[in-house]
């Protein structure tokens, strides 16, 4: 049986990290943040919180492939876009479209629950 998570004092300064950042941050950031307030805390203690906050639905782990995973401290779905050239990953100011997962539904007999949509190219700095 799955245990119940409860919002520790680790977690809670994980989330305020999280909460209080735009930048869709990597574990590493997040540990740097987080032990100016809690000294003693470990890499792999954060990476374990990371986890259980995702699983707790708190916040959203953004996988690239090939690069490190980022943070998001917003679990609501929302579109992204990732520079090309530095990296950096933007939430996008564009509606979700609910309707797209009754129309991936359409003709493919398959129920959707959600969607991950992802824009590419250069942001306003690189471009
Ligand atoms: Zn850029
Ligand atoms: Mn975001």
Request: aromatic share 8%.
């Amino acid at each position: 049986m799955a245990e119940k998570k409860r919002m520790t004092k680790q977690r809670k300064v994980i989330l305020e990290v999280l909460k209080n950042t735009k930048c869709h941050p990597t574990a590493d950031w997040i540990y740097d943040q987080v032990r100016q307030k809690l000294p003693n805390i470990s890499l792999g203690t954060v990476y374990r919180n990371l986890k259980v906050l995702k699983e707790m639905g708190e916040i959203m782990e953004l996988d690239y492939g090939s690069t490190y995973s980022r943070f998001d401290g917003n679990p609501e779905n929302h579109y992204h876009f990732v520079c090309n050239s530095c990296d950096e990953v933007i939430d996008l100011d564009l509606p979700v479209e609910d309707n797209l997962n009754e129309r991936a539904q359409e003709k493919n007999n398959i129920k959707v629950v959600n969607h991950r949509l992802e824009f590419y190219g250069f942001c306003e700095k690189c471009s």
